[in-house]
């Protein structure tokens, strides 16, 4: 009996719901001033993306290439870039509204607390960000898990196991 590989897309959504739930609990529970909390989520993505690769090359019965594996981790960070895409543009409008204010708040803090930002410089940054909130948060989001889909798809192709020869022609 042949063994069912799990798609990409089923890895996607799965990691996309963990990080969505993740990101609902710690705005639940007014979590969002602690940074590392956003570290731990993008950890978890990254831990589920070299699994994800290793999991793939063992469910191929190890007969896979670096490229192969590769592809399916970031196809599968493809899923969770377009998943958590339409979250953040959902919760920004419709969920969670006040998510604006709390994060111009929380960057009204950082920017006041720095010497080096000029004080007139603090409102006109904040009235930039408000206004193009949504594209700049799914811009930033979009970068920074491709990012990690990258380094991930590549750490996870890197340690799965491969029993091809590269020497041979593959058909």
Known sequence: MEEKVTS??????????ISIVFSTIVYVFNLYEMQSLSLINYAILFCGLIYGCILYSNENKNQVTFGNVFANGFKTTA??????????????????????????????KG????????????????????????????????????????????????????????FENQS
């Open 111 to 166: 920017m006041e607390s720095n010497p080096n930002i000029p004080k007139d410089s603090i409102e006109l940054n904040l009235n930039f960000v408000r206004k193009y909130f949504i594209p700049l948060t799914l811009g930033i989001s979009m970068a920074g898990l491709a990012i990690l889909g990258l380094i991930g798809s590549l750490i996870g192709a890197a340690v799965a196991k491969k029993n091809t020869n590269p």
């Open 8 to 17: 990409h897309i089923i890895k996607g959504v799965v990691l996309s719901v």
């Open 79 to 108: 899923v969770i870039i377009v998943i958590t895409s339409l979250y953040t543009v959902l919760s920004v409008k419709f969920l969670f509204p006040e998510i604006i204010d709390i994060s111009l708040r929380i960057s009204r």
